[in-house]
């Protein structure tokens, strides 16, 4: 049990279709993260909230990505007119300074 | 810039033999240094941590790391290998507190033989 719940695990969509990922924490953290992580490489920046405030986005995050985390506990991450280069793993991670428990992903697939 | 540079894709050692899993990074400025570990079908976890403290640090499941500035390395090791380390683990390196500078290696995959 890693403390966080990642829905869907894994998603097919078609290139211009908008997708929308869950993250769902376990228990209760500040903190939440997240990810993105493709084949062979670690997991890249996206963004992180500090209880439902957004404090920082990587540039990775272009403006067809937007995250929220509404009452301070389960976050969404939205993606907008998916791109072929969108296709990765998308991870959600809580704790404190630092990401402590990642969840499984979702997978992002791009047809 | 920091970056970390994980030196081999893939290890593989004999249960019981000795870990080496190595880790150099590169900062302008003292670092913080962590190691994660992924399981097969499951999501990262914190491993262990070096913060400035002592220059030993001990995680999880009987591993440490060791930071070593005239070296600038922090390699993981683990005495005995047991079967369930099989895993990727990542090096990732900060240079101030807060995840948006968290960078991570490319990971390494353990293999451990019976």
Redesign the interface.
């Given at each position: 049990d890693?403390g966080?719940s990642q829905n869907p695990r894994h998603k097919i969509t078609k290139r211009g279709q908008n997708v929308t990922f869950r993250c769902d924490p376990i228990s209760e953290h500040n903190?939440l993260?997240w990810y993105r992580q493709t084949l062979?490489?670690?997991?890249?920046?996206l963004t992180?909230f500090q209880n439902e405030a957004q404090?920082?986005k990587?540039r990775l995050l272009s403006d067809r990505f937007s995250a929220e985390r509404p009452k301070g506990s389960f976050s969404t991450l939205e993606i907008q007119r998916t791109e072929q280069g969108d296709s990765a793993m998308y991870?959600c991670?809580v704790?404190g300074?630092?990401?402590?428990?990642?969840?499984?992903?979702t997978r992002l697939s791009i047809l | 810039a920091q970056s970390v540079t994980q030196l081999g894709s893939h290890v593989s050692v004999s249960e019981g033999a000795l870990v080496l899993l190595r880790c150099n990074y590169s900062s302008s400025v003292p670092p913080y240094l962590f190691w994660y570990v992924q399981y097969p079908n499951q999501g990262l976890q914190l491993l262990l941590k070096y913060t400035s403290a002592a220059t030993l640090v001990k995680g999880i499941n009987g591993f440490e790391a060791e930071f070593k500035k005239s070296e600038t390395s922090f390699h993981l090791t683990k005495p005995s290998a047991h079967m369930s380390d099989a895993a990727e683990y990542f090096c990732a390196v900060s240079v101030w507190a807060g995840a948006n500078n968290l960078f991570f290696g490319t990971g390494t995959r353990l293999t451990v033989i019976p």
């Open positions: 890693t966080v903190r993260y062979g490489q670690g997991p890249e920046f992180y404090l920082e990587s991870l991670a704790g300074e630092w990401p402590q428990h990642f969840g499984d992903g | -």
